[in-house]
């Protein structure tokens, strides 16, 4: 695979993502500031057919520092996979070798995370070999089984092993069911931390949530399960990428601005874009980029979120 060339200062600070992040931190006009480096926690190899190029590119244009991909799981037909529906996180992603590869070919950009189907008998074997060879997460957990089941322990010890956080796609009625019991899980493994993601998760910053909404558009009443959930444990964390973590934002942003400052210390940057632009209205990435400075309460907490909450957390140099 040949790399594309990386971005020149010029060229990212023209991007729209790295204009709003160069400005809200350095409170300097972009062309004389240097670009803050910013983590992207949440990506994916042959996402909904994307290339190896196109993707490189991508957070390239962006402006990232560092890319962890998180891979599918083993192709299977069976219940929680929704008999195949759902293989390849329902989005033709790649799985544990693809990550692998694109990590070990260029270590400065990307890092890697392992996964497997929850129930699978051998998932933790699985997993546990791609933990040894350098995987920093399991993730991304995407699988219709409960989200407090025997499955779900069984990598909740392996991660407490490994030291490594668990991504969880919270989706009713979808992946990863009954949000209302996790707190459950938190409590039992204090040791593992935990990242929401995705539909339910974001939608229960609101404590009048339908919970068969994935994208409510009204104002949100405070103090939903999102909301208690990283209050109340020091193991929970939330990744704001994607069309949920950015609609979270944008629906009520009066909500967003106490939110982004109540949870500063815990909250992460993720793209989990599909597209091949990096920029722009056709990125979800470079929106929930501009839209993090401009409504975090101060620099030093869109520092955190886009990338020292993450080097702690993965203990990122």
């Given at each position: 695979m040949t790399a594309p060339r990386s971005l020149n200062r010029r060229e990212f600070l023209r991007t729209s993502a790295g204009l709003a992040v160069t400005e809200a931190l350095t409170g300097a006009e972009p062309e004389s500031a240097p670009a803050d480096p910013i983590i992207d926690i949440?990506?994916?190899?042959?996402?909904?057919?994307?290339?190896?190029?196109?993707?490189?590119?991508?957070?390239?244009?962006m402006g990232i520092s560092k890319t962890i991909l998180l891979p599918a799981g083993t192709p299977v037909e069976r219940p929680s996979t929704h008999e195949g529906k759902s293989n390849g996180l329902a989005a033709q992603c790649g799985g544990n070798e693809s990550c692998l590869r694109i990590a070990r070919q260029f270590p400065d950009e990307f890092l890697f995370g392992a996964n497997e189907v929850a129930d699978l008998p051998n998932a933790d074997q699985e997993i546990e070999e791609y933990l040894k060879l350098g995987g920093i997460i399991i993730a991304e957990q995407k699988f219709a089984v409960d989200c407090d089941s025997a499955s779900i322990e069984r990598l909740a010890r392996l991660a407490e092993d490994y030291g490594v956080p668990i991504l969880m796609h919270f989706q009713h009625g979808t992946y990863n069911l009954g949000i209302e019991r996790f707190h459950k899980i938190l409590a039992?493994?204090?040791?593992t931390n935990f990242i929401g993601h995705a539909q339910t998760w974001w939608g229960n910053i609101d404590a009048s949530l339908d919970q068969t909404v994935l994208y409510p558009k009204t104002k949100v009443t405070r103090g939903g399960i999102t909301d208690r959930l990283l209050a109340d444990y020091p193991n929970m964390f939330g990744d704001l990428?994607?069309?949920?973590?950015?609609?979270?934002?944008?629906?009520?942003?009066?909500?967003a601005r106490g939110f982004l400052d109540r949870h500063q210390d815990k909250l992460l940057f993720g793209s989990d874009c599909n597209d091949s632009v990096g920029r722009g209205e056709k990125c979800l990435g470079a929106q929930i980029l501009a839209a993090i400075p401009r409504l975090a309460p101060?620099?030093?907490?869109?520092?955190k979120i886009l990338f020292e909450n993450a080097a702690r957390l993965f203990r990122i140099q």
């Open positions: 949440h990506q994916h190899t042959n996402y909904s057919g994307r290339s190896d190029e196109q993707l490189i590119a991508h957070q390239r244009t039992k493994y204090p040791e990428s994607a069309g949920s973590g950015l609609n979270s934002m944008l629906r009520d942003e009066d909500h101060n620099p030093k907490a869109v520092r």
